[in-house]
């Protein structure tokens, strides 16, 4: 009876905690990206099943939840300035540079959907500028979401070159690819080919969102 009940105690999976759960998730993204990340993969280095993982979190679209949960909290916010548009330029470097910090969080946004609740402040700053420099509701909102594209974009155009400097032997395409043969069809690329690297190698991020958000300001002189 001693040996089955041994036994029994042998074979119960161990116990686990919330917390245990998205810490594992969390470093799983960081050190591998989503596609590392399964609900059997954290199961295991938790040290139980992916039944037993399923009573703690629903899916695997609610684990990218709790490990995104916090994460906007982590970092200091910025003294913003009074002035509307600038205040909206402060925010938008702000929440670049934030996400230049953390390239597997960019990674969970894109699977659309999915955001910590505590970096909405910085869609409320933004819209309420917005708003308070004379946009409507709707352009308001549809100033955020190119804020947000250009912001994204870029910071996923950053890690492609990250990803590509590591293969130093890879081939390059552009703008390596442009020859004099392209001169008839396509003359200012052709022209700047050779060029190309030295001109965007100071690309101001700063500089760049802040013509993006005058021109979406010029909406309200225009309405």
Do not use: N
Request: hydrophobic share 45%.
């Amino acid at each position: 009876m001693a040996a089955e009940t041994e036994k029994k105690k042998r074979g119960r999976p161990s116990r686990i905690d919330l917390d245990t759960i998205v810490a594992i998730a969390r470093r799983i993204l960081q050190e591998e990206g989503v596609a590392a990340l399964s609900m059997r993969r954290v199961a295991k280095e938790v040290g139980t099943t992916p039944m037993a993982l399923y009573h703690h979190v629903r899916d695997k679209d609610e684990l990218l939840m709790l490990t995104l949960s916090g994460t906007a909290d982590s970092v200091p916010r910025p003294e913003l300035p009074d002035d509307p548009r600038d205040r909206m330029l402060a925010v938008s470097v702000h929440m670049h540079g934030t996400l230049a910090r953390m390239p597997w969080v960019v990674e969970v946004l894109s699977l659309g959907d999915l955001t910590d609740k505590g970096a909405l402040w910085m869609v409320e700053e933004i819209v309420g500028s917005a708003m308070t420099l004379g946009l409507t509701p709707g352009q308001a909102v549809a100033a955020y979401r190119t804020i947000w594209h250009c912001v994204y974009g870029d910071l996923v155009f950053r890690q492609a070159m990250a990803r590509r400097a590591e293969e130093p032997d890879r081939r390059r395409h552009f703008p390596e690819m442009i020859t004099d043969a392209d001169a008839d069809e396509l003359p200012h690329m052709t022209a700047l080919a050779d060029s190309w690297l030295e001109l965007t190698a100071d690309y101001d991020v700063s500089k760049q969102l802040g013509a993006v958000i005058d021109g979406l300001l010029g909406q309200a002189e225009r309405t």
